[in-house]
């Protein structure tokens, strides 16, 4: 099985079982709604941060499968990360995304089968969105503290 095959299938595993789907009636969550129109990706993720940490992630939306499964490999990534630690991972997948080097070290797990997107630029705002949103959710709590 070649490498291309294994990414595609782990992106389908993700878009048929997503994980942290479904939202949640609470406060202490911040919700942000991000869309997609190019494409009809609609996505709302939403955060849980205590002490700096992301404690919970939750995403729910519709889409193509690389949005729908990004997200759910996003909050997978993020979750129990720092907010400081989760925008470096932000970062290194924006540059894996846009087909620049990016570190292993940092980037790690089923984000790296997202790295063949960079070949297909029409796909690149399908890939990013839960990313986007959860780095705008990010940056609002951190203007806040």
Same mark, same amino acid.
């Given at each position: 099985m070649n490498i291309e095959n294994l990414y595609r299938q782990v992106i389908m595993e993700h878009y048929k079982n997503p994980r942290n789907k479904g939202l949640v009636d609470d406060p202490g969550y911040l919700t942000i709604h991000m869309n997609n129109p190019s494409c009809g990706d609609e996505l709302? &993720?939403?955060?849980? &941060?205590?002490?700096? &940490?992301i404690t919970d992630l939750k995403q729910q939306g519709t889409g193509c499968s690389i949005c729908c499964s990004s997200a759910s490999v996003m909050t997978e990534t993020l979750k129990n990360e720092t907010t400081d630690r989760a925008l470096e991972i932000i970062r290194e997948y924006y540059e894996m995304i846009k087909g620049m080097p990016y570190n292993p070290e940092i980037l790690k797990g089923d984000a790296l089968v997202y790295q063949g997107v960079s070949q297909f630029p029409a796909r690149i705002k399908c890939a990013t969105l839960a990313w986007k949103a959860c780095e705008k959710g990010i940056c609002k709590i951190k203007e806040e503290a």
């Open positions: 709302t &993720v939403q955060m849980k &941060v205590e002490n700096g &940490v």
